[in-house]
């Protein structure tokens, strides 16, 4: 790597100080008789020897595999890009109202021209200006709340970010998207899930695995069909909208409290977990995959509950837990403890005088397993059976990451521990699945 | 549900009362025609009100749909069913010998004829003498070690399985096959994969997801899988035998470093994560599915290394984690804490000051993701490079629960930092696939 071509190495960097082009220069860039023109941009992550990538004109970037024919020329003054947002496009009076509120992550960020790093610096209106088939989809209204990766992403922010869609929504727009990264998408979306209430409209989470200024970035077909959702879909509930698979030709709509991110890098990352995908729109056709949801009505009156309390933790039991980590928690004045327990929602017997002490001291303690996929069910060995004893909440099919959320929103919502119970056993957003025969 | 008659609901129940049958009677079933003779036994879990199950001659067990022609009579004195094995059939002298040692779990249990629950109370000679097939497969010498629900199970226990595999490996055996509950087989696996170097057979871990006593039991293929592999598989390997779906065709073997129990009740639950199974039985044809393995080779001595050290912690980041949680494992002696960071790797930058007092306090962190599936590359983000400049180890495609199992197996190596540090870097036992291009 070279500090003046970042991500550039090898062929790549050997053939770019031949031309004499830097970075933001106009180059053309011949092979095989082709030639390709445009601003040449830094390689990011996974930068290789192979490819250089330029941003042609019409603002989409490609990545051009060096052979033994390419020549790179500089045909234009360096010309450094700039962050600043381009004029809109002129809007449509007829299209839909939608609002995009940026809090930040990869889909909202760019290279740093700077350190070749990628940052959070894309507004929401640039966002716009990149992808310019979203001016034939609604008018588009856009604010940047945050520019955070969504690892610093705290329940602090899941309130700011629910007043905000609140606003937008009570303003009249016909949907929501949201921008965030997909580290913590999922905890964010159950969180919304249970903070707005009563939706009229969709609120649709949007993100991306690859930056837009990447050649395979899906950035782009993320964006364009959520904001298609916003302006058209016929469900008023929070969802994340992302690629299915790695192809580009299908986005599925996630239920915001059955999503969770299971793969490091594929652009097919997120999956419902114990439950179907909302909708999906395939080769841009839009349909449902479930019947049972809710509608969008313009009649509704959204609820806003926005509140969480931070006193709630995440346990994942593993052989040799020290189960004093337990009693730390309720000496901490920990309300709730949620366990990612083993199998059908065990933990070893070993700490089960922690659990009783935790119970006797009024925290609420609630069962998930550390499978993910499937059911808890605590009735079948004696192990279960004595956790029930003790006071342990089943919560039957939810996403353990998503028990949290609830269980800090419960207890944002009340004090008092029975209520809590009751909740928790409640299901508000289609968080739990009824038990099924064939399941 | 009855006491008298355990798992048995409405018409089944009635049913039952009308032809005067207890539980432990030989009863006859007549339906449609046909007519079933067996000993009637409780229901177990999920016991519902349509079906009763008897326990054929053969041995299997069979449930049978109760419909308005169903009659059910009494037609043998109640021999109540006991838990004394019955003697072993001859042992075909040519045959490879095996040992099968019992820990526990659901593939070793049965109902308690008392409770109508389910009990570890099956020995490695009932698993034998209630698969009768095992006689044609290997000769087998069995030995119960214990008898624990696997949630039970912890590192003292992994000491002792090792040293058990050790003792009967050294006596010559072809293959070991080790019965263990499903909930923390995947842990148990990773140990034994640390603990038991340069093998010269196959060490096979079995479980089954339905006790032996359900119509749907896996216990019986899985169990029969176990014993071919351990028998006459081409590898030296630890593995897992389990069903590859719900379909009892195939039987797959994973790696004990790549497994991990993905679904709460489903027989199809084990799945190597970032890794093919290492071979499989399909309709009782084996095949291996990787050109690379260790192979089985007589001639190899067993290194045994079975010491871990509880020492060591696996950190689920969430958003809202107080840090503080970290410094209490500071504070605790702790010497080392593996995170199930984020994404490729990442955990809020409010850790990253209790992250650092970690290390600085000697304390090795080591970095994989919530996702599962795919590798942490903490190159990407500034947050990954900023965890890296701390010092925080990426630990590539592991799986978390094998990373937590590794480091405890290192303190129990070494007590040098440096040293545990490069031998947390270094592949030992599959446990890290090399980065390949397209993933």
Redesign the interface.
Known sequence: MSDQFPGYKEKALQLLKQGKAEIGDLVQVTKNGETYEGILIPR???GDKKHVVIKLRSGYNIGIRITSTTRIEKIGVGIKPTFAAPPLPEQKSDLPEISIISTGGTIASRVDYRTG???PALSASDLYSVVPELSEIARIDAEILFSL???????EH?VKIAKTATRVIENGVAGVVIAH????LG??AAALSFALQNLSVPVVMVASQRSADRPSSDAATNLIGAVKAAARAPFAEVVVAMHETISDQTIVFHRGTKVR??????RG?FQSVNASPLGKIDNGEFSMLVKKFDRRDPSRKLILKPN?D?KV??V?????L?P??ID?YVD?DYKGIVL???????????CSSAIKNAIRNDVVVAMT?????????M?????G?DLLALGVIPLEDMVP?TA?VKL?WIFGQTKNIDEAKTLLSTNIANEMSPRTLH?
Chains 1, 2 share one sequence.
């Open positions: 990011t992550e996974y790093g990628v940052r990766f969504s690892e610093n992403i705290r329940p899941w990264g997909t580290d913590t905890y964010t991110k299971c793969h490091t890098s594929r990352t969480f931070e933790a995440l994942k039991f593993y052989p040799g020290d004093q980590l730390w901490n990612e327990g083993t199998g059908l929602g065990h933990v070893g017997n070993y397993s550390q499978c993910i996929w499937g059911r808890v069910n009735n079948v060995y004696n192990q059976r990451e949290l800090m399941e």
